[in-house]
């Protein structure tokens, strides 16, 4: 797994998200406070396309050719932190088979 480079502050529970070759999303809530989540693509192999949003589940689509899509790849073993509201929706695709991520709620502590 990679070092984020900083601390992280948990400010709510984790929340597990099983992701296939279908879009499948979480709405992260139980959160005290936070602006920033921390995803960790748990698997051994492969990586899977993330997409966040509020208000309602967005549907995560891994880009092709000539059709980009909102959202980012996090490979296998992975960890990142990215900006996000409290009760916001992630979302998630591979390529293939299944993969799990796990994404805490929090503040990352420059």
Known sequence: MSSVGST?????????LSVGTT???????????????????????????????FGSAPTAVIPTAGNPQ???PLLHG???????TANSYV???CPSGTH???ITP???IR
Request: net charge negative.
């Open 91 to 93: 979302a998630g695709i």
């Open 23 to 53: 879009s499948s999303a979480v709405q992260v809530t139980n959160v005290t406070q936070a602006s920033e989540f921390m995803i960790t693509n748990i698997s051994n192999s492969d990586y899977v396309y993330i997409t966040i949003g």
């Open 8 to 16: 992280f502050r948990p400010t709510g529970s984790s929340h597990f």
């Open 100 to 102: 799990n991520i796990i």
């Open 70 to 72: 909102l959202g980012f």
């Open 78 to 84: 992975d960890t990142i932190i990215v900006s996000a």
């Open 106 to 108: 929090g503040e990352a």
